[in-house]
Structures are given as C-alpha cells and as structure tokens.
Nanobody
Framework: QVQLVESGGGFVQAGDSLRLSCAAS????????MGWFRQTPGKEREFVAG????????NYADAVKGRFTISRDNAKSMVYLQMNSLKPEDTAVYYC???????????????????WGQGTQVTVSS
C-alpha cells in the first residue's frame, strides 16, 4: 500500500505562485509514473501534469502549459508541482496520484492511476 499526502495549497491572488508537494510512503515509488489532477465542485477530476519514474518525460494539460512545472525527487519520495502565473480558473482541489504499473506512459485518465492523496485546496482570487 502507498500513502500520498499533498501539501502547499492555499489562498493566493491572480498572478501569484504556489508550490505543491506530494509525499509518498509505504512502498518505494521511484519506478512509477506520478501525476497531478484537480477537481472543482460538480466537475470531473482532470489531468494537470504527469512525470515518468526518472523525470525523463513530462506531460501537461494545455491549460497549464508554460505556467506549471512538475518535478520529482526519488531520493525523498516526493513529487512537486510549481504553479506560476496562477489564474482564478486554477482554483480547485489538487490531487497527487501514482500509477502502479511499470511503464513510461503518462496517462491522463483517472482510472489509469492506482493511488491517490486526499487533496489540497488551491484558491486563486482575482
């Protein structure tokens, strides 16, 4: 079993930056793809960014390309999401996810990921 715990969310103004962190524990996760998703009330959870096991490949949703950066530190079992130039439409609960499968794909569908954190709220005010 893997536990994922997100942190770093908060209330910011449009144009500000935030850095989300995801701490993994329970089992080694350094050989698996990890991702960030977000969800707003009444909407489905959507893919934000993903990163392969060694950081060699990343993938981003069009809405965040050029503003968000995903990274990982396998020695610390951590994944990060640096969010710059935040917009009110980035307001959501952000979830960290792990794909428990040995490959180098970065799926965008939630059912391709096995473990999920509890989420951290990000609110961007205009």
């Amino acid at each position: 079993q893997v536990q994922l715990v997100e942190s770093g969310g908060g209330f910011v103004q449009a144009g500000d930056s935030l850095r989300l962190s995801c701490a993994a524990s329970g089992r080694p996760v350094n050989t698996y793809t990890m991702g960030w998703f977000r969800q707003t009330p009444g909407k489905e959870r959507e893919f934000v960014a993903g990163i392969t096991w060694n950081g060699g490949r990343t993938n981003y949703a069009d809405a965040v390309k050029g503003r968000f950066t995903i990274s990982r530190d396998n020695a610390k079992s951590m994944v990060y999401l640096q969010m710059n130039s935040l917009k009110p439409e980035d307001t959501a609960v952000y979830y960290c996810a792990l794909r428990w499968k040995l490959d180098v794909t970065i799926p965008i569908l939630t059912n391709e990921y096995t473990y999920w954190g509890q989420g951290t709220q990000v609110t961007v005010s205009s």
